[in-house]
């Protein structure tokens, strides 16, 4: 059983084009959520349906870049893992299908994609399956459904992005130093 859609990556669509974007879609697609700050993802399971990690609102502004767009948002628990309509997961944003890491990790089958996804809902009931922005997202889930591990590009770049700019900061440090040092040194021998 091959899946569809590999190493696809489709253009961006507005919530106006749903049957668009469902013309395309094959079961075990990831789906890629244009969130503003961030991108939520969920796996296509079929039948108008995404698998996806749901964020309830809670008036807490941490959560505020990190919930669903569910509209059973309040049913859900903070980072469980649900089966949901497409168009409730949609809302206003933008989404498309992303699987481009098809050609970095293999792709499984569409029934082991859907299984995994099955599994993991059911394990997230009792809260064994803890959410973490870091090491435990919506794209940790969509990825590891899809390949049989879980990654999360985005936060990968943000980590990258972290250490350009620590690498660039103690370097400007150890320059000042080592400049400050030059500096002393020729000062003392003109006196």
Same mark, same amino acid.
């Given at each position: 059983?091959?899946?569809?859609?590999?190493?696809?990556?489709?253009? !961006?669509?507005?919530?106006?084009?749903?049957?668009?974007?469902?013309?395309?879609?094959?079961?075990?697609?990831?789906?890629?959520?244009?969130?503003?700050?961030?991108?939520?993802? =969920?796996?296509?399971?079929?039948?108008?349906?995404?698998?996806?990690?749901? #964020?309830?609102?809670?008036?807490? @502004?941490?959560?505020?870049? *990190?919930?669903?767009?569910?509209?059973?948002?309040?049913? #859900?628990?903070?980072?469980? *893992?649900?089966?949901?309509?497409?168009?409730?997961? !949609?809302?206003? @944003?933008? =989404?498309? *299908?992303?699987?481009?890491?098809?050609?970095?990790?293999?792709?499984?089958? !569409?029934?082991?994609?859907?299984?995994?996804?099955?599994?993991?809902?059911?394990?997230?009931?009792?809260?064994?399956?803890?959410?973490?922005?870091?090491?435990?997202?919506?794209?940790?889930?969509?990825? #590891?459904?899809?390949?049989?591990?879980?990654?999360?590009?985005?936060?990968?770049?943000?980590?990258?992005?972290?250490?350009?700019?620590?690498?660039?900061?103690?370097?400007?440090?150890?320059?000042?130093?080592?400049?400050?040092? *030059?500096?002393?040194?020729?000062?003392?021998?003109?006196?």
């Amino acid at each position: 059983m091959k899946i569809g859609n590999e190493e696809y990556t489709s253009r !961006w669509y507005r919530e106006y084009e749903y049957e668009r974007l469902l013309y395309e879609l094959q079961t075990g697609d990831l789906i890629e959520f244009e969130r503003g700050f961030y991108k939520h993802w =969920a796996v296509y399971a079929g039948n108008k349906k995404v698998y996806h990690r749901a #964020y309830p609102e809670d008036g807490n @502004s941490f959560c505020m870049f *990190i919930q669903s767009h569910s509209a059973l948002k309040d049913v #859900y628990r903070y980072g469980e *893992i649900v089966l949901e309509d497409l168009q409730s997961v !949609w809302a206003d @944003s933008e =989404a498309r *299908i992303n699987n481009s890491m098809d050609s970095k990790h293999k792709p499984s089958d !569409w029934k082991t994609v859907l299984e995994r996804a099955e599994n993991k809902m059911n394990e997230s009931q009792p809260r064994k399956d803890t959410y973490n922005v870091i090491f435990n997202n919506c794209e940790h889930f969509a990825s #590891y459904c899809r390949y049989g591990i879980g990654f999360s590009k985005q936060v990968d770049d943000i980590k990258q992005n972290v250490l350009i700019v620590g690498v660039t900061v103690l370097t400007g440090l150890v320059l000042g130093k080592a400049l400050s040092v *030059i500096t002393d040194h020729t000062d003392r021998r003109s006196q």
